[in-house]
């Protein structure tokens, strides 16, 4: 197909539209019966970081994540809009791809799914099994879009911008809606920042709602801050973009409708890094038996950073825990990677003697300390020191910072400059 340069018309960079507290609240009573209504609940982890905490769980949605209520929401709107609609169209590999094919089965809209030819099998298959049609084209998100217009208006269909199009900015706010029910004196609300669609709708419901106005906080991550490039530009502009654990929120350009409704109305965007994303996902499955996925974990690391002490100490909390689909080989990089990073996890070098009583010694020291053992090697060949001597690796489970330093200093006392600790990443 030969491919134009269409300008998709619900995203117009020069009359960008701005969602409002009213259409939040018409959205809500569109999909309220069709979404999870999502617990938000109070977390015993607030203790520890001096904060009433509590989590809008919306990785409990069917899909896993919350873009199913703009999904929903759009698909009803464009129907009533436009009944003879042959469907609806959607660049996406990832949470706006699965919402929109699920949304379309269960409301009997045919979907369409344009993916980048390196898409994931896994994310392609779970698509064609909610029922979407996935067509591959080209490498980027963009070049995606550029068939998707396309496509749109060849075979009668809209195009549904899963960040941008008001209809799934409304659809998204209703997630305050909730938090306000659930916790009517909440005093900050943070949230995940990708195209920006999920904060304008909760600015646009939070700030417009008259009764409180909570401060709501925007996170984003350090490999892709396009939210912050954005303001400091004055519009939507390309940030640089590395791969991100956390890649549902790899937008590079913010959307035009987002950021024209939520950049007047946030009171604070962070950048956060990846090892405070890692520590949260750790921290979510430790303390509430919850699987996040990265995009879905940036509003707890932003708090665990420290970067919000001053406004988050001792106020009352809602952090918005957007999605659940991390890979479980992802998953279980990031948990090795996170107790290692919390100082629970270390690897060590001891070069002692090759004497049948040396190794034993060592392992009675460190048993003594209280640290685990969870593997060991010998390392024979590629030392410097004596041919006599051996070096063992050990990778030891400890209980943080303190039995760290007891380590350090029993070891140190007993083996000099032949122990060494290798590469401790502890951010504790
Ligand atoms: C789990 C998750 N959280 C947050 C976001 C960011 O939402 P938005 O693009 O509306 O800013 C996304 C985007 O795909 C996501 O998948």
Same mark, same amino acid.
């Not at 699965?98 to 898409?119: D, F, N, Q, R």
């Not at 998707?148 to 997630?175: K, Q």
């Not at 995009?295 to 690391?301: F, K």
């Given at each position: ?86 469907? =609806?169209?959607? *660049?996406?590999?990832?949470?706006? &791809? ?8 269960? #409301?009997? /809209? @045919? %979907? ?76 900050v609300i943070i949230c995940?920042i ?5 904060l304008?709708?909760?600015c ?11 401060i709501v906080i925007g996170v984003e ?6 939210f912050t490039? =954005?303001m400091? *530009?004055?519009?939507?502009?390309? &940030? ?8 549902? #929120?790899? /937008? @590079? %350009? ?8 939520a950049a007047?109305l946030v009171d604070q965007v962070v950048v ?30 932003a708090?665990?950073?420290?970067k919000l002490?001053d406004v988050v ?67 024979? &060949? ?47």
């Amino acid at each position: 197909m030969q491919l134009q340069d269409i300008t998709d018309p619900n995203c117009d960079p020069d009359n960008p539209r701005v969602v409002t507290c009213d259409e939040v609240v018409s959205a809500y009573s569109i999909i309220k019966d069709n979404i999870i209504r999502t617990p938000c609940t109070i977390s015993r982890l607030g203790c520890q970081l001096n904060t009433e905490l509590y989590f809008k769980k919306e990785f409990m949605q069917y899909t896993g994540n919350f873009k199913e209520r703009g999904a929903n929401h759009a698909i009803i709107r464009m129907k009533e809009r436009n009944p003879g609609v042959a469907g =609806a169209v959607s *660049a996406s590999a990832g949470n706006h &791809a699965s919402a929109m094919a699920y949304h379309g089965k269960c #409301l009997g /809209v @045919p %979907v369409v799914v344009v993916m980048p030819e390196t898409a994931p099998m896994m994310k392609r298959k779970l698509c064609e099994d909610l029922g979407a049609k996935v067509i591959l084209y080209g490498t980027t998100l963009s070049d995606c879009k550029k068939y998707g217009l396309n496509y749109a208006m060849r075979n009668g269909m809209e195009y549904i911008n899963g960040y941008d199009h008001v209809d799934i900015l409304a659809g998204a706010g209703t997630i305050s809606m909730e938090i306000l029910e659930d916790v009517p004196d909440v005093d900050v609300i943070i949230c995940p920042i990708g195209g920006g669609g999920l904060l304008a709708g909760i600015c646009a419901y939070a700030k417009g709602n008259c009764d409180r106005q909570p401060i709501v906080i925007g996170v984003e991550t350090d490999k892709c801050p396009g939210f912050t490039q =954005a303001m400091n *530009a004055g519009k939507p502009s390309p &940030a640089e973009t590395l791969p991100t654990l956390a890649e549902g #929120l790899a /937008v @590079p %350009v913010v959307g035009y409708n987002s950021y024209a409704t939520a950049a007047p109305l946030v009171d604070q965007v962070v950048v956060v890094e990846e090892k405070w994303v890692m520590l949260a996902i750790l921290y979510l499955i430790e303390y509430e038996k919850a699987v996040v996925e990265g995009a879905g974990a940036v509003g707890l690391a932003a708090i665990l950073s420290g970067k919000l002490d001053d406004v988050v100490q001792n106020k009352k909390v809602v952090v918005v825990l957007s999605g659940g689909n991390i890979d479980v080989t992802v998953l279980s990089r990031v948990i090795e990677r996170a107790l290692a990073a919390d100082g629970r996890l270390i690897e060590m070098a001891v070069t002692i003697q090759d004497k049948p009583t040396q190794l034993p010694e060592l392992l009675k020291e460190i048993a003594a300390i209280g640290a685990n053992v969870v593997h060991l090697e010998e390392n024979r &060949a590629f030392i410097l020191s004596q041919v006599w001597n051996v070096e063992v690796r050990l990778r030891c489970e400890v209980l943080g910072k303190d039995m760290i330093n007891t380590l350090q200093e029993k070891m140190n006392a007993k083996y000099g400059s032949n122990f060494r600790i290798l590469e401790n990443a502890a951010i504790v």
